[in-house]
Nanobody, 124 residues
Framework: QSQLEESGGGWVQPGGSLRLSCAASMFTLDYAIGWFRQAPGKEREGVSC????????DYPDSVKGRFTISRDNAKKIVYLEMQSLKPEDTGIYYC??????????????????WGQGTQVTVSS
């Protein structure tokens, strides 16, 4: 099954920045792409979703103003720019696709082609 591939994770101090990438090699990227994260012992949570056109992006309050999602459909890559990182942003970050973001994207329902994830660690 075709999957998306995440990269760009790493360790960063609080207040630092990272840019994650989500690449699709086997299909056109004309889907909505969601970014999700999961910390040890916690449920998975959505952190951003962008429509296939890139015109609409959505974020939960926990990351709004700090995270920015964007996409380059020609390169088949979706980016997640993360700034002012906090220890609570630590987790494994995943991307996945579905036809649209809509009102229910936060829970991850209906998303497919999940990648293996990339670890983000924010600590001093």
């Amino acid at each position: 099954q075709s999957q998306l591939e995440e990269s760009g994770g790493g360790w960063v101090q609080p207040g630092g920045s990272l840019r994650l990438s989500c690449a699709a090699s086997m299909f056109t990227l004309d889907y909505a792409i969601g970014w999700f994260r999961q910390a040890p012992g916690k449920e998975r949570e959505g952190v951003s979703c962008i429509t296939g056109s890139g015109r609409i992006a959505d974020y939960p309050d926990s990351v709004k103003g700090r995270f920015t999602i964007s996409r380059d459909n020609a390169k088949k890559i979706v980016y997640l720019e993360m700034q002012s990182l906090k220890p609570e942003d630590t987790g494994i970050y995943y991307c996945a696709k579905r036809p649209g973001c809509g009102a229910t994207w936060l829970g991850g329902t209906g998303f497919t082609s999940w990648g293996q994830g990339t670890q983000v660690t924010v600590s001093s």
